[in-house]
């Protein structure tokens, strides 16, 4: 699973702007997990860069992504993700965390998978 599929199950769709800069941000912090701590002086800008747009408009897009999610009925599949039932609505930098930690997760149980099934 990539980062826009995650974003997908996760009840988000591409019509939205923040959906191309979460999927980016994301997968930036799956192979780069201190980037996080980074978000305002180095993801965001960087997003902005490459989508040709400023920073703040990077955090508010991402921003209505996250709470275009929250509001959806289920959060069941969001709980998975984020490890623990939520009473609120994270961050963008709780959430751009928490999706790449599941990724990495994820990653890590399909390498340990494939590797228990040698190929021929």
Same mark, same amino acid.
Request: charged share 25%; proline share 4%.
């Given at each position: #699973?990539?980062?826009?599929?995650?974003?997908?199950?996760?009840?988000?769709?591409?019509?939205?702007?923040? !959906?191309?800069?979460?999927?980016? #941000?994301?997968? *930036?912090?799956? *192979?780069?997990?201190?980037?996080?701590?980074?978000?305002?002086?180095?993801?965001?800008?960087?997003?902005?860069?490459?989508?040709?747009?400023?920073?703040?408009?990077?955090?508010?897009?991402?921003?209505?992504?996250?709470?275009?999610?929250?509001?959806?009925?289920?959060?069941?599949? !969001?709980?998975?993700?984020?490890?623990?039932?939520?009473?609120?609505?994270?961050?963008?930098?709780?959430?751009?965390? #928490?999706?790449?930690? !599941?990724?990495?997760?994820?990653?890590?149980?399909?390498?340990?998978?494939?590797?228990?099934?040698?190929?021929?």
């Amino acid at each position: #699973m990539d980062a826009e599929q995650l974003l997908r199950h996760l009840g988000a769709t591409g019509r939205l702007v923040g !959906f191309q800069y979460a999927a980016y #941000m994301i997968d *930036r912090v799956v *192979r780069e997990p201190n980037d996080i701590q980074l978000i305002t002086k180095r993801l965001y800008p960087e997003t902005a860069r490459r989508f040709h747009t400023s920073a703040s408009a990077v955090e508010r897009a991402v921003r209505t992504l996250v709470r275009v999610i929250w509001q959806k009925e289920d959060h069941s599949f !969001f709980n998975e993700v984020v490890g623990v039932p939520l009473t609120h609505s994270p961050s963008v930098s709780d959430f751009i965390d #928490m999706s790449a930690a !599941f990724l990495r997760r994820l990653n890590a149980q399909e390498n340990t998978d494939e590797s228990a099934y040698p190929s021929k």
